[in-house]
């Protein structure tokens, strides 16, 4: 069944899967691949940091389960440094796709089918895409792959072998473990029963880590001080949300800091993009001067960001990227969560929080294309959250979980 929320797309969509069903009639029914003849695979994961940090239960996955096979793995250019740390992965390939490129960029579909037609050169034995897309199924199915596996949610499942459901009641990363599972004819798959909470499906999904450079450590501890750990906790404020309907109020972020640094003597780490500029600004402007904070904010590569995250006591973020990668790297989180839902998007982590407000619109999962009620302001989801729900959040936490120099690496 589509999972896609605007109607006219969605009719789009199936009749362009009623025209595949007819055009690929003919072909010829194909057999998976067995285990032990895999030698090369190809995965796609377009999107965005998210998206790749939610994937990484599934690769640790697929190595398990090909542990003598290549694994190719074609990502946006923008998850690059991070997808080059994940283990077990033989070569990166970077390829932008014009409807994920945020501003100007991208390829358009007939550049990307030549992409993908190049892939033929590879002879992959088995092709998966992680996310659910027509434009990127199709890419899979032009890719001359032996066998491909993908998700039909958003159509092009008439032109994958094995089209897999996406079950919207999982977790993302659960249903990424499901579909390699699936792929490559694994009977049983770890975390296969139904979790219903990130932090369940941390708990029962395959653990995957990222292989963090050492002079990105050195980096990390260059830049909060050698001393930190045992001065104050470090508490760290994602302050941009990537999407305006995901965004917690500056000021709100300024109060938080503000109870945060008095109340617990912590030195406040402020992390963001280098469009998170004026957000961090505000921010600052409404804290007392004397209060201890380093600013990171547009400074840091992904990869020293992630080394940061994994030296700070707890990271409030909202729903975005970040709040993934701390999760990955062992970091507790406390995620701010509006319009997405946290059951499918939270963080894959045992020591998290969620703050979301309980709204008969949310969580409406339209993060795209927002309602227009909720276009151009603060969305009453993130708005309704109080700096006082987010400060018992972050208390709670910060007394139940390891500190950085306790957490094993």
């Known amino acids: ?21 007819v055009v690929l009639a003919v072909r010829p029914r194909r057999a998976r691949p067995s285990r032990e003849a895999i030698r090369r695979i190809l995965v796609l994961r377009l999107e965005r940091i998210g998206d790749l940090m939610m994937s990484l239960p599934a690769l640790h996955l697929l190595r398990q389960l090909a542990p ?42 007939a550049a990307l089918v030549r992409r993908a037609w190049a892939w ?45 459901n996406f079950d919207p009641a999982d977790h993302t990363a659960q249903n990424g473990v499901r579909l390699v599972a699936s792929a490559l004819g694994e009977a049983t798959t770890p975390g296969g029963a ?19 450079p050492a002079d990105a450590r050195e980096q990390a501890e260059r830049l909060l001080g050698p001393g930190l750990r045992s001065s104050s906790p470090a508490i760290g404020i994602q302050v941009g949300a990537g999407r305006l309907v995901k965004q917690w109020p500056a000021e709100r972020f300024a109060e938080l800091a503000d109870r945060l640094a008095s109340a617990l003597n912590a030195t406040i780490v402020l992390t963001g993009a280098p469009e998170d500029r004026p957000i961090a600004d505000v921010l600052r402007a409404n804290l007392p001067p004397a209060t201890r904070v380093i600013d990171l904010v547009g400074t840091q590569d992904l990869v020293t960001l992630a080394a940061v995250l994994e030296r700070l006591s707890v990271l409030v973020t909202p729903d975005t990227g970040p709040m993934h990668l701390a999760a990955t790297v062992g970091t507790p989180v406390v995620a701010l969560f509006g319009p997405a839902s946290p059951e499918r998007w939270g963080p894959l982590s045992q020591h998290c929080r969620i703050v979301r407000i309980d709204l008969p619109c949310s969580p409406c999962n339209r993060i795209r294309r927002p309602p227009s009620r909720c276009v151009g302001h603060t969305p009453d989801c993130m708005a ?3 700096a006082d729900h987010v400060y018992r959040a972050v208390t709670s936490l910060f007394e139940s979980v390891p500190q950085p120099g306790a957490r094993p690496s």
């Open 194 to 212: 139904r979790t219903g909470t990130a932090r369940e499906a941390a708990s029962a999904l395959p653990r995957a880590a990222l292989l963090l």
């Open 120 to 164: 033929r050169r590879h002879r992959y034995d088995v092709a998966i895409n992680l996310e659910g897309d027509i434009r990127s199924n199709l890419l899979l199915a032009v890719s001359g792959a032996a066998w491909t596996a993908g998700f039909d949610m958003a159509g092009g499942g008439p032109a994958l072998d094995d089209a897999v």
């Open 1 to 21: 069944m589509l999972q896609i929320a605007d109607d006219r797309e969605r009719r789009m969509v199936a009749a362009a899967d009623a025209l595949l069903r």
């Open 68 to 109: 003598h096979a290549q694994i190719d793995l074609v990502t946006g250019s923008w998850n690059a440094p991070l997808a080059r740390l994940v283990e077990g992965i033989h070569r990166v390939e970077t390829l932008d796709a014009r409807w994920l490129s945020r501003g100007a960029g991208g390829l358009g579909f």
């Open 384 to 386: 309704g959250i109080e």
